[in-house]
């Protein structure tokens, strides 16, 4: 069996470390969730309005924003704003800015998809019974959106996370950044420390991952609709 | 921004973006046949096998592409296994795409209801007849919409490939950013080619899917 450079992860704090790493990814793609969740709420909320001028500037932000690969976007962000404008912001900053507004697309369009599915005999409905618009969406849309809207929502968390491993390539220092430093630290004593850590990163992000996703899949069978 | 600039790096971005294509395209396709094999596999409920390809979908959906690009191009060298970047980009995106690729299939193949299996039986057709006439039609028309989405969300996951350093759209913009410092010019060809390369894809996607919209009683 040859050498898989399993070893060099137990030695010293190297474990530590690259769940350090780990935890900056983690971290970063949190900050975005938390803050994209309710924004993409609200634009997802307005999308179904009928003024044309607001549906018209939400879809030309989410078409761009979608049409664009995740990597040029935080390019965009993390060279561009400092060539026009003259900010110096951070990788780490660079990345939350991107990784919110790119949240903030996604989950304003599924809650447009949550919302038009919802039949129009279900509005008329409740309105043939006398509810209230306020009462209409306290009791009959909400509660039959967020049934369809927390599984996919879990989802896009998960891609959030996946997403994050990008953020190497503007020179954040997460995961993939600690583990290429443990291999360039132990070059010599443990030549095949490649194998080992980059399998290691990759059972590290699949198990941050899997979790969620059982979850989503959990609730999505369990609140079909 | 200076027009002779963009003139100047034309070329460069010309030849990377048919490369980011080349790959693109040879992934995808390899990522189709591995999505259909198993959706099949799946569906037909192959004994064994298919615990097999439930594993690879839940490692491959539930890792992102840039870490199974590092482990393909720089861990599995150490082990003896070792070719080139194009390859391992290929095959990175293959792996990936598979199990979305299963995924979007899968779903198609199950939407079809039971009934119309049942039927076509009673009719006399056999479990080819079957497949070729009543399901994979049905099937196809369901899982059109994932699908497409999911040939854009690869192509976008192309731009990952220059970690591996292979000479993509990214990997160019970033190499004239650091040698000659032409960030504006370069960051505009890139959203330029991305685009030349994404919204026709995205347009085409569209289409298809109002075109293909046939299954499922009076949509």
Same mark, same amino acid.
């Given at each position: 069996?040859?050498?898989?450079?399993l070893?060099?992860?137990?030695k010293g704090k190297?474990?530590?470390r690259?769940l350090?790493?780990?935890g900056?990814a983690m971290?970063i793609?949190m900050?975005?969730?938390?803050?994209?969740?309710?924004l993409?709420?609200?634009?997802?909320?307005?999308?179904?309005?009928?003024n044309?001028?607001?549906?018209a500037?939400?879809?030309?932000?989410l078409e761009?924003?979608?049409?664009?690969?995740?990597?040029?976007?935080?390019?965009l962000?993390y060279?561009?704003?400092?060539?026009?404008?003259?900010?110096?912001i951070?990788?780490?900053?660079?990345?939350?800015?991107?990784?919110?507004?790119?949240?903030?697309?996604?989950?304003?369009?599924?809650?447009?998809g949550?919302?038009?599915?919802?039949?129009?005999?279900?509005?008329?409905s409740a309105?043939a019974?006398?509810?209230n618009r306020m009462?209409?969406?306290?009791?009959?849309?909400?509660?039959?959106?967020?049934?369809?809207?927390?599984?996919?929502?879990?989802n896009l968390?998960?891609?959030?996370?996946?997403t994050?491993?990008l953020?190497?390539?503007?020179?954040?220092?997460?995961?993939?950044?600690?583990?290429?430093?443990?291999i360039?630290?132990?070059?010599m004593?443990?030549?095949n420390?490649?194998?080992?850590?980059?399998?290691?990163?990759?059972?590290?992000?699949?198990?941050?991952?899997?979790p969620i996703?059982?979850?989503?899949?959990?609730l999505?069978?369990r609140?079909?609709? | 921004?200076r027009?002779?600039?963009?003139v100047r790096?034309?070329?460069?971005?010309?030849?990377?973006?048919?490369?980011?294509?080349?790959?693109?395209?040879i992934?995808?396709?390899?990522?189709?046949?591995?999505? *259909? !094999?198993?959706?099949?596999?799946q &569906? $037909?409920?192959? +004994?064994? /096998?298919?615990?097999?390809?439930?594993?690879? =979908?839940?490692?491959s959906r539930?890792?992102?592409? *840039? !870490?199974q690009?590092?482990?393909? &191009? $720089?861990g599995? +060298?150490? /082990?003896?296994i070792?070719?080139?970047?194009? =390859?391992c980009?290929?095959a990175?995106?293959?792996? *990936?795409?598979?199990?979305?690729?299963?995924?979007?299939?899968?779903?198609?193949?199950e939407a079809?209801p039971?009934?119309?299996?049942?039927?076509?039986y009673s009719?006399?057709?056999?479990?080819?007849q079957?497949?070729?006439?009543?399901?994979?039609?049905?099937?196809?028309?369901?899982?059109?919409?994932?699908?497409m989405a999911?040939?854009?969300?690869?192509?976008?996951e192309?731009?990952v490939?220059s970690a591996?350093?292979?000479?993509?759209l990214m990997?160019?913009?970033?190499?004239?950013?650091?040698?000659?410092y032409?960030?504006?010019?370069?960051?505009?060809?890139?959203?330029?080619?991305?685009?030349?390369?994404?919204?026709?894809?995205?347009?085409?996607g569209?289409?298809i899917e109002?075109?293909?919209?046939?299954a499922?009683?009076g949509s």
């Amino acid at each position: 069996m040859p050498d898989l450079g399993l070893d060099v992860l137990l030695k010293g704090k190297n474990l530590a470390r690259l769940l350090g790493g780990l935890g900056v990814a983690m971290r970063i793609s949190m900050i975005a969730v938390v803050i994209s969740i309710p924004l993409g709420i609200i634009l997802g909320a307005l999308m179904t309005w009928k003024n044309p001028v607001i549906k018209a500037i939400l879809r030309v932000y989410l078409e761009v924003i979608r049409i664009m690969p995740q990597m040029v976007l935080l390019f965009l962000f993390y060279f561009g704003t400092t060539r026009a404008f003259g900010i110096d912001i951070s990788g780490e900053m660079a990345s939350i800015v991107v990784f919110t507004l790119w949240g903030t697309a996604e989950m304003s369009d599924l809650v447009r998809g949550a919302l038009i599915a919802i039949p129009v005999h279900q509005y008329e409905s409740a309105e043939a019974l006398g509810f209230n618009r306020m009462q209409t969406y306290r009791y009959i849309i909400i509660p039959q959106t967020v049934r369809r809207l927390i599984p996919l929502s879990i989802n896009l968390i998960t891609r959030m996370i996946k997403t994050t491993s990008l953020i190497l390539m503007i020179g954040v220092v997460e995961v993939l950044k600690v583990g290429q430093q443990i291999i360039e630290a132990n070059r010599m004593v443990s030549p095949n420390a490649a194998f080992g850590i980059y399998l290691a990163i990759f059972m590290l992000y699949f198990f941050a991952c899997w979790p969620i996703s059982m979850l989503a899949r959990y609730l999505e069978n369990r609140w079909r609709v | 921004m200076r027009i002779d600039v963009i003139v100047r790096y034309l070329p460069l971005f010309k030849k990377a973006a048919l490369l980011t294509l080349k790959l693109g395209i040879i992934g995808i396709i390899f990522a189709i046949l591995i999505g *259909l !094999i198993c959706a099949l596999i799946q &569906y $037909y409920k192959v +004994p064994i /096998i298919r615990h097999l390809v439930a594993v690879y =979908i839940e490692l491959s959906r539930n890792t992102p592409l *840039l !870490i199974q690009l590092f482990f393909i &191009y $720089y861990g599995l +060298p150490k /082990i003896g296994i070792s070719t080139n970047a194009e =390859i391992c980009g290929i095959a990175g995106l293959a792996f *990936l795409g598979g199990s979305y690729m299963a995924e979007a299939f899968r779903s198609g193949l199950e939407a079809v209801p039971d009934i119309q299996v049942e039927s076509a039986y009673s009719l006399g057709m056999s479990p080819m007849q079957t497949a070729f006439y009543i399901i994979l039609p049905q099937a196809i028309s369901t899982s059109m919409p994932p699908f497409m989405a999911n040939v854009i969300f690869l192509l976008k996951e192309t731009s990952v490939f220059s970690a591996i350093s292979l000479m993509d759209l990214m990997f160019t913009a970033k190499d004239l950013i650091g040698l000659y410092y032409k960030t504006t010019e370069s960051l505009f060809l890139l959203v330029v080619f991305y685009l030349i390369i994404l919204l026709p894809v995205s347009l085409l996607g569209s289409y298809i899917e109002r075109r293909l919209r046939y299954a499922g009683f009076g949509s």
